[in-house]
């Protein structure tokens, strides 16, 4: 896990926080077999400077790596890490293990309609196979509108029935970072939902690898 500050009257703030959370995380990545590679960021990426943080933190990663992550509120909002109460700083988690991922993100109306669609893009990655687990960041405006008309409940159950039985974390943030899928550069997004599911390595993928 790695950690940088941002300083919000600097102009390239948000740029030169990513680019060195992204090389920080490349180095400490560097080397490792693990089949499975994903970085999870959130932190002080609110919508618009989300887009700065998440180009430049691709750019210092190299392209190499899929993110998925979210914006945990603005300058004034407060992150843990590393056992520490902080403001202003960002975060970055390299997991590594013996999965595959499927992604995807979408906005559009803020129902969850959008978070259905998402998921099953995602899990279509890896059609007939079983994920075990799932990241969800998604927007709180859409959060708001949901609340509204009264369909979180229906939001949250929408999501449950495309993953029955296994475990999911995720929150609603002013600002997600996602990558349409493990090949492709990280954006910016807004107003949307971002999703990284997981899959076991199947046996096939573990023989080629060999």
Known sequence: ???????????DSYFEAGEA????????VTGSDRPGKVIVTFGD???????????????GLEDIYPI?????GNIESKVITRGTIR???????FIGGQFTLGQSYNGGTHTP????????????????????????FNCRRRRQGMIERKQLAEELATIKNRL???????????GEIGSRSSGEPAEGVGFTVVVAVFFPVSETAEADAE
């Open 113 to 136: 309609e959008t978070a259905d669609k998402t998921l099953s893009e995602a899990l279509a990655e890896h059609e007939g196979e079983d994920p075990f687990f799932a990241l969800i």
């Open 1 to 11: 896990m790695e950690s940088v500050a941002t300083d919000p009257d600097a102009d």
């Open 21 to 28: 959370l992204g090389i920080a995380l490349r180095d400490a």
């Open 87 to 93: 403001t202003g700083v960002n975060v970055g988690i």
């Open 68 to 72: 998925v992550g979210a914006a945990s």
């Open 164 to 174: 029955p039985d296994i475990d999911f974390f995720g929150f609603y943030g002013p």
């Open 45 to 59: 990426q609110y919508n618009g400077v989300n887009k700065d943080f998440a180009f430049d933190m691709n750019e």
